[in-house]
Nanobody, 122 residues
């Protein structure tokens, strides 16, 4: 069974950047979509960015468009999320997920990583 492992989270000052990574361990990704979700403290998990395996099939939530960039390397079974101009509202746990449809609805994703913590503070 494929496992997803996120990395790259940490503490960053407001205005700073982070690059998150998501690697599939042991197997190729079974589904075409890599999605990144954000869960702020006390809030529900929300979809941020989605990348389907075909080039050009990239979607962003309105809140992060122009701020975040999603990419993937299919040769490494990995996905990435470049986050720029971070502000305290971007803090929380970021999860990557693998699914068949590029949707913001978490229940449509079958495989999830354990999450990586992002803290934005001066």
């Amino acid at each position: 069974q494929v496992q997803l492992v996120e990395s790259g989270g940490g503490l960053v000052q407001p205005g700073g950047s982070l690059r998150l990574s998501c690697e599939a361990c042991g197997f190729s990704l079974p589904e075409p979509v890599i999605g990144w979700f954000h869960q702020a403290p006390g809030k529900a998990r929300e979809g941020s960015a989605f990348n389907k395996s075909r080039a050009g099939d990239i979607f962003y939530a309105p809140a992060v468009k122009g701020q975040f960039t999603i990419s993937r390397d299919n040769t490494k079974n990995a996905g990435y999320l470049q986050m720029n101009s971070l502000n305290p509202e971007d803090a929380g746990i970021y999860y990557c997920a693998n699914g068949h449809v590029a949707t913001t609805i978490p229940k449509f994703y079958r495989t999830w990583g354990q999450g990586t913590q992002v803290t934005v503070s001066s």
